[in-house]
């Protein structure tokens, strides 16, 4: 089966609203306001898949605990449950539903060739050792250490903004050439930024963003997805279910 | 389906240089490089031929306006098959392990959505659990001195304290399994080797000797005939080039 790229954004967003939620009984150990835990939802939803989730306490270390460390033995959320399956990772919990599903919702690999995956694959690659290292930190120091009473390192701020600079003027150049950075349709590259992206924009180092033109509509585009407005609604998507 | 007796029987044909299959691929690196190592590996497992193009590090070629014309972040390797370019050394392992799924040795393991999910979360373990202190505990003990950088030994500790929680999860999956996502060597297994290979020479060795399940798998991957090929410069990169 190909796909061809002239599938809009559009129209993926009216698949998702148009769509019945498939049940597969799978379940997902996680916290709604985690990065990696909504990156999951994110590819959930966008696939219009229901799932149950199971709340894990990050604040209590709920996490570090014995009958916690039995599903993941790194001590981390989420964790994806298909019957016996136990996933961890959440760039192989996506890739695995992304496959799994790939005719069902939105469309989020590029399975025309060899080729195209290529692409894909370096990109997402670039997202986790290029773009993450460097906008985690930042999510982490501005964002989550305030949540539990921790004081924000403006040196590391400074350091790790200058890192994503780099990382970001590479972007700005390839959105020039492409819509989205893989190809020109929305993919599971674009969607693994998502999580870090949403809570940066709520902090300084969303200047980063604004002052390149081709980046800042890639972002409001991504953001802008419905899919990706319900991960991060936790009532509905987490607390609701 | 027995696919143990499959994998044995297409081991031999990377060795036989006549039938190696030049499809022109070039790679752009340096052969000491770590992630060039990852990609050399791939490319000997299946046997196939490829033209080397080093890039001088120690002279900043890297961050030369030609080469950032070929990798904008300015990294080796860079993989070159006619008029695609791909870095990122996982990307690189990957693309070729799914173009040559049936030649040479058998990387991944298609036959199964479970498996190869299971193979995917190991790939994803290496790359964000592993890497982030087997890479610095490298780059302190055996690249830093090469540039006449002084090894930092806190940071060394710290690592290495880390490194040990990662090894003793790893301990409990090889007590499963042969290797890490299953019984047979994938590409999750050879993404470790060119971080195991430095490490190997430095005082971080102990840390593998410590684990008896860990010191036999990481005899058996070092001691693959391609990986080691993989470490042979004179051979399999200078030998490859052709200038």
């Given at each position: 089966?190909?796909?061809?790229?002239?599938?809009?954004?559009?129209?993926?967003?009216?698949?998702?609203?148009?769509?019945?939620?498939?049940?597969?009984?799978?379940?997902?150990?996680?916290?709604?306001?985690?990065?990696?835990?909504?990156?999951?939802?994110?590819?959930?939803?966008?696939?219009?898949?229901?799932?149950?989730?199971?709340?894990?306490?990050?604040?209590?270390?709920?996490?570090?605990?014995?009958?916690?460390?039995?599903?993941?033995?790194?001590?981390?959320?989420?964790?994806?449950?298909?019957?016996?399956?136990?996933?961890?990772?959440?760039?192989?919990?996506?890739?695995?539903?992304?496959?799994v599903h790939s005719s069902r919702g939105t469309q989020l690999l590029n399975l025309q060739s060899h080729k195209t995956?290529?692409?894909?694959?370096?990109?997402?690659?670039?997202?986790?050792?290029?773009?993450?290292?460097?906008?985690?930190?930042?999510?982490?120091?501005?964002?989550?250490?305030?949540?539990?009473?921790?004081?924000?390192?403006?040196?590391?701020?400074?350091?790790?903004?200058?890192?994503?600079?780099?990382?970001?003027?590479?972007?700005e150049k390839r959105l020039q050439e492409s819509r989205f950075l893989a190809c020109n349709t929305f993919t599971l590259?674009?969607?693994?930024?998502?999580?870090?992206?949403?809570?940066?924009?709520?902090?300084?180092?969303?200047?980063?963003?604004?002052?390149?033109?081709?980046?800042?509509?890639?972002?409001?585009?991504?953001?802008?997805?419905?899919?990706?407005?319900?991960?991060?609604?936790?009532?509905?998507?987490?607390?609701?279910? | 389906?027995?696919?143990?007796?499959?994998?044995?029987?297409?081991?031999?044909?990377?060795?036989?240089?006549?039938?190696?299959?030049?499809?022109?691929?070039?790679?752009?690196?340096?052969?000491?490089?770590?992630?060039?190592?990852?990609?050399?590996?791939?490319?000997?497992?299946?046997?196939?031929?490829?033209?080397?193009?080093?890039?001088?590090?120690?002279?900043?070629?890297?961050?030369?306006?030609?080469?950032?014309?070929?990798?904008?972040?300015?990294?080796?390797?860079?993989?070159?098959?006619?008029?695609?370019?791909?870095?990122?050394?996982?990307?690189?392992?990957?693309?070729?392990?799914?173009?040559?799924?049936?030649?040479?040795?058998?990387?991944?393991?298609?036959?199964?959505?479970?498996?190869?999910?299971?193979?995917?979360?190991?790939?994803?373990?290496?790359?964000?659990?592993?890497?982030?202190?087997?890479?610095?505990?490298?780059?302190?003990?055996?690249?830093?001195?090469?540039?006449?950088?002084?090894?930092?030994?806190?940071?060394?500790?710290?690592?290495?304290?880390?490194?040990?929680?990662?090894?003793?999860?790893?301990?409990?999956?090889?007590?499963?399994?042969?290797?890490?996502?299953?019984?047979?060597?994938?590409?999750?297994?050879?993404?470790?080797?060119?971080?195991?290979?430095?490490?190997?020479?430095?005082?971080?060795?102990?840390?593998?000797?410590?684990?008896?399940?860990?010191?036999?798998?990481?005899?058996?991957?070092?001691?693959?005939?391609?990986?080691?090929?993989?470490?042979?410069?004179?051979?399999?990169?200078?030998?490859?080039?052709?200038?």
């Open positions: 089966m190909s796909y061809t790229n002239s599938v809009s954004m559009d129209d993926g967003n009216m698949v998702f609203n148009l769509m019945p939620n498939a049940d597969f009984g799978y379940k997902v150990h996680g916290d709604p306001f985690s990065t990696n835990t909504r990156r999951v939802l994110a590819v959930l939803l966008e696939k219009g898949i229901s799932y149950e989730p199971i709340t894990v306490d990050l604040k209590t270390g709920e996490h570090k605990r014995e009958s916690y460390l039995s599903l993941n033995p790194f001590g981390q959320v989420p964790v994806f449950e298909d019957g016996n399956i136990k996933l961890c990772e959440s760039r192989a919990i996506t890739q695995y539903i992304a496959y995956m290529a692409t894909l694959t370096m990109w997402m690659e670039f997202e986790a050792h290029q773009f993450d290292p460097f906008a985690s930190v930042l999510t982490w120091e501005q964002v989550i250490k305030p949540i539990y009473g921790l004081e924000t390192d403006q040196t590391v701020v400074e350091e790790n903004e200058t890192g994503l600079e780099n990382v970001l003027n590479v972007y590259v674009d969607l693994h930024h998502l999580p870090n992206i949403q809570y940066l924009l709520g902090t300084p180092t969303k200047k980063l963003f604004e002052n390149r033109p081709k980046v800042r509509t890639w972002v409001d585009d991504i953001t802008g997805r419905e899919a990706w407005k319900l991960a991060c609604d936790h009532d509905k998507s987490w607390f609701g279910k | 389906m027995d696919w143990t007796k499959k994998v044995y029987r297409l081991v031999p044909n990377w060795k036989r240089e006549s039938e190696v299959k030049n499809l022109g691929y070039k790679v752009h690196g340096n052969p000491f490089s770590t992630s060039t190592r990852r990609v050399l590996a791939v490319l000997l497992e299946k046997g196939l031929s490829y033209e080397s193009i080093t890039v001088d590090l120690k002279s900043g070629e890297h961050k030369t306006e030609s080469f950032l014309s070929l990798n904008p972040f300015g990294q080796i390797p860079v993989f070159v098959d006619g008029n695609i370019k791909l870095h990122e050394s996982r990307a690189i392992t990957q693309y070729i392990a799914y173009v040559h799924s049936t030649r040479g040795t058998q990387l991944l393991y298609l036959q199964s959505h479970e498996t190869m999910a299971i193979l995917t979360v190991w790939m994803e373990i290496e790359a964000h659990q592993f890497d982030p202190f087997a890479s610095k505990l490298t780059w302190e003990q055996a690249i830093k001195p090469i540039y006449g950088l002084e090894t930092d030994q806190v940071v060394v500790k710290e690592n290495e304290a880390n490194l040990e929680k990662v090894l003793d999860i790893y301990e409990k999956r090889l007590g499963k399994y042969r290797f890490l996502a299953c019984n047979t060597f994938t590409l999750a297994d050879l993404h470790h080797l060119p971080n195991i290979q430095y490490l190997l020479g430095t005082p971080t060795k102990r840390l593998f000797e410590d684990r008896p399940k860990v010191l036999k798998w990481v005899g058996e991957i070092t001691g693959r005939e391609a990986w080691k090929m993989a470490c042979d410069h004179e051979k399999y990169w200078f030998g490859k080039q052709t200038k």
